[in-house]
């Protein structure tokens, strides 16, 4: 069965960083790209960032651009997010998501989400 | 950025009763889309892909339709445990994009 778990969430002071984890299980993280994508009341679904398998095509939103990193690490089959420089409208459910094949599929399979409440 | 437009933003409807949404996108999309079911408390779950397949598992009750920029998303026969909000959600470009959401409840 395909789970992903996040994990990392928590309440931070605008400024500060925190970092997600997604524990990959089921699959082989490997041949697939990984995504994050966040839920908040004001914003609603929105995509925030994009791995490629071998790592070599990342991508942003806008939003997070320059303040967001994403990484993972295949023999550990996990995903991550770095997140600095919060703010408050960074507010949100962060998913993990895996696409449904190895290519480009927009994000298929979600963890149940970990909360990130940016708030001094 | 493609905008993706759902409606309605809400729905009632009675058990057993066929329900459409709607979802344009702003710009020809071709089948690039997802169809994605959140229950309260719940994450999103994924139904359909390019459009009009059905991820396996899902009740044949549930379909999609369309290309280009106009998509449909259709329950045949209303089941209570489809009460429900839906997305829709392009992936022919980045930044993905989805849509606001369509609350359906029951009469």
């Known amino acids: 069965e395909v789970q992903v778990v996040e994990s990392g969430g928590g309440l931070v002071k605008p400024g500060g960083s925190l970092r997600l984890s997604c524990a990959a299980s089921g699959f082989n993280i490997s041949t697939f790209i990984m995504n994050w994508v966040r839920q908040s009341p004001g914003r609603g679904l929105e995509w925030v960032s994009s791995i490629s398998d071998n790592s070599h095509h990342i991508y942003y939103a806008d939003s997070v651009k320059g303040r967001f990193t994403i990484s993972r690490d295949n023999a550990k089959n996990s995903l991550y997010l770095q997140m600095d420089s919060l703010r408050a409208e960074d507010t949100a459910v962060y998913y993990c998501?895996?696409?449904?094949?190895?290519?480009?599929?927009?994000?298929?399979?979600w963890g149940q989400g970990t909360l990130v409440t940016v708030s001094s | 950025d493609i905008q993706m437009t759902q409606s309605p933003s809400s729905l009632s409807a009675s058990v057993g009763d066929r329900v459409t949404i709607t979802c344009q996108a702003s710009q020809d999309i071709t089948n690039y889309l997802n169809w994605f079911q959140q229950k309260p408390g719940e994450a999103p779950k994924f139904l359909i892909y390019d459009a009009s397949n059905l991820e396996t598992g899902v009740p044949s009750r549930f379909s999609g339709n369309g290309s280009g920029t106009d998509f449909t998303f259709t329950i045949s026969s209303l089941q209570p445990e489809d009460i429900a909000t839906y997305y829709c959600q392009q992936y022919d470009d980045l930044p993905y994009t989805f849509g606001q959401g369509t609350k359906l409840e029951v009469k």
């Open positions: 998501a895996r696409d449904l094949t190895s290519g480009w599929d927009g994000g298929n399979y």
